[in-house]
């Protein structure tokens, strides 16, 4: 589950990303935003969205998303 | 009048919590993994690093047996008060409205704020007037309250929006400058500075706090 910062919601994280990284000599970076990758085994995959709901994210917060996977999407 | 105050693993102000509480009643400590509030009039859910804050600053400790009781004595009326992770707890726990976000600046916040009373009517702020301010100290990394825009207006219009920063006071970055929120009843709130750490004027910087507690008092009384 990739889980990231709900577009439009400020995340200072991002940002510090985005001002580092020119600092190192690359430049045209814009739009940088710092999330969290969760990794599990699941036997039924079916299940992943409520989790994701329930737990993983808050949904107030953040977007998730579901990749990869055997059968994953 | 008997206190209780959550104890997760990580909690860190538990016994600030029920120290403070302890000037105004009974406190004792309730534990986490227990399905069992002891018989408490109102429940603490205290600051600290509960479950290491792993995932998401309090994600984890709502799912502890203890917050299935404090989330049905809260729908009961029962008051309950969240105090920096215990704000979080109580967020997550759908017990009060919107979420705690990474301070702006990214930094952890150590100092006494002013904060404003903007509803004297909850049941945590009865002993205050509207317009007082208190002094309390802040300490912490992950504070920025956060509601969608239609949600502060609704929030703000009716008055659930108990505390604010004072202008220039804002440690964090919180939309609108708020401090802490109320459910609609007013038997639920949620902080981040600490009203525990602000109750004895030699090493609290202010005793205001202690007015929060009071007011829980008063209210059973």
Redesign the interface.
């Known amino acids: 589950m990739l889980i990231r910062p709900k577009a439009g919601i400020l995340d200072p994280q991002g940002i510090a990303v985005e001002r580092a990284l020119p600092a190192l000599g690359f430049e045209g970076v814009s739009n940088v935003h710092v999330g969290r990758l969760v990794e599990l085994d699941v036997d039924d995959a079916g299940q992943l969205d409520e989790m994701c709901r329930k737990l993983l994210a808050n949904p107030l917060i953040e977007d998730y998303e579901i990749v990869g996977g055997d059968g994953g999407a | 009048m008997k206190f209780g105050v959550v104890r997760f693993p990580g909690s860190c102000d538990d016994v600030d919590a029920q120290l403070a509480a302890s000037r105004v009643g009974e406190a004792v400590l309730l534990w986490h993994a227990d399905h069992d509030l002891q018989g408490v009039d109102a429940v603490i859910v205290p600051g600290g690093f509960s479950y290491g804050d792993y995932?998401?600053v309090g994600?984890?400790a709502r799912?502890a047996p203890v917050m299935e009781e404090v989330v049905a004595f809260a729908r009961e009326g029962g008051p309950v008060l969240g105090i920096c992770n215990g704000f979080q707890v109580l967020c997550?726990a759908g017990l009060l409205p919107?979420?705690l976000?990474?301070?702006?600046?990214?930094r952890f916040r150590c100092r006494q704020v002013a904060v404003e009373v903007l509803n004297a009517d909850t049941t945590f702020t009865r002993a205050c007037v509207v317009g007082e301010r208190l002094s309390i100290p802040c300490k912490h990394t992950t504070g920025r309250y956060?509601?969608?825009d239609d949600e502060l207006d609704r929030l703000e219009a009716a008055g659930q929006v108990v505390l604010r920063y004072a202008p220039g006071e804002n440690p964090n970055?919180s939309v609108r400058d708020i401090a802490g929120v109320s459910n609609d009843a007013g038997n639920v709130m949620g902080l981040m500075p600490h009203p525990e750490h602000a109750v004895d004027e030699l090493v609290g910087g202010s005793a205001d706090g202690l007015k929060l507690f009071a007011s829980a008092a008063v209210v059973h009384a």
């Not at chain 2, 976000?101 to 990214?106: D, E, G, K, S």
């Open positions: 995932l998401r994600a984890i799912f997550e919107g979420a976000l990474p301070n702006v600046h990214l956060y509601a969608p970055g």
